[in-house]
């Protein structure tokens, strides 16, 4: 039986997506219904990066579905101990699914390559694609998916904007994407997003001002992701101007919801103003993170 990995968002169908956001719906509304499901299920974590949300939330959602996780962060995924297939082949026989948290996103290539259970991508280099359904799932929650919705993402073209992008266009929606240009998304890393359907909802800024006009949403992250910090003076230099706060807000739509994946670093791509004030849902957003991660597993343990 061929496994369903969750790597990118070319993993799941239109489908399935829809699947996993009713999922997420239910088990937040009814979380007692679920006690029993993973009953004797095992969870592996592999984390080579620092975590807060995914982590507990992949924890709690296995213990609150009936089953165990296993923090296996002394097994390092990079071939020099053990080669990547051992370790993927052996962790088969002991686990049901296993979360790869890496810097490299071939690692998580490889590891499902060699897998026999579900592989979920718990962020890379390249992806964050569990952050961009919760995201969705949000969005739905607060706004519904409604006709002609945009969301504005200003800042930093890294992993969670490239997920972000693979997914919101199939569920039509429009993003307005605000970076310096040296620090926009790549089509060299991501050859589909000229392509159809979602070059007709990706829209390129340099300027936030004009990529919030309009927006339902304003979507920020750090400037400065995990294993940059070589870069961190010259790209908080870069990114001047660039700052979701009260004045960018204004040049929105009224009633325009704020959203960062965490964590945030106030007074530089996010103020306290806003992340406090009452446009954000960030915190929400944050608890969306252990709904949708149970549902992603219902889905992918069998």
Not at 138 to 160: M, P, S
Not at 260 to 277: A, N, Q, W
């Amino acid at each position: 039986m061929k496994v369903q990995h969750l790597r990118t968002m070319n993993d799941l169908s239109d489908q399935t997506v829809d699947l996993i956001l009713a999922q997420a719906n239910k088990v937040k509304e009814s979380p007692k219904k679920y006690v029993t499901q993973f009953e004797g299920k095992t969870l592996g974590l592999l984390f080579e990066k620092p975590s807060t949300r995914t982590r507990i939330s992949f924890e709690v959602g296995m213990a609150q579905l009936g089953g165990s996780s296993f923090n296996l962060n002394e097994i390092k995924v990079d071939g020099k101990r053990e080669e990547v297939r051992d370790i993927a082949r052996v962790l088969s026989r002991y686990l049901d699914v296993v979360v790869l948290r890496t810097f490299d996103h071939e690692r998580i290539d490889e590891f499902a390559k060699y897998s026999t259970i579900p592989v979920i991508n718990g962020l890379s280099d390249l992806n964050h694609p569990c952050q961009a359904l919760s995201d969705l799932f949000t969005i739905r929650e607060k706004l519904g998916l409604k006709k002609n919705l945009t969301v504005a993402y200003v800042g930093d073209g890294n992993n969670v904007l490239y997920s972000l992008m693979h997914l919101f266009p199939r569920k039509n929606i429009t993003m307005h994407i605000a970076t310096p240009k040296q620090y926009g998304p790549s089509v060299k890393k991501a050859p589909w997003m000229r392509q159809k359907p979602f070059a007709k909802y990706l829209q390129f800024f340099n300027n936030p001002a004009e990529a919030v006009r309009g927006a339902d949403v304003i979507y920020t992250d750090v400037w400065v992701s995990m294993g940059q910090e070589k870069l961190a003076q010259k790209k908080i230099k870069a990114f001047k101007g660039f700052q979701v706060n009260a004045a960018l807000l204004k040049k929105a739509n009224a009633g325009v919801k704020v959203m960062h994946c965490l964590p945030c670093h106030r007074g530089y791509e996010i103020s306290d103003e806003v992340v406090e004030g009452k446009h954000s849902i960030v915190l929400d957003q944050a608890e969306n993170r252990m709904h949708v991660q149970k549902a992603i597993l219902l889905k992918l343990v069998k």
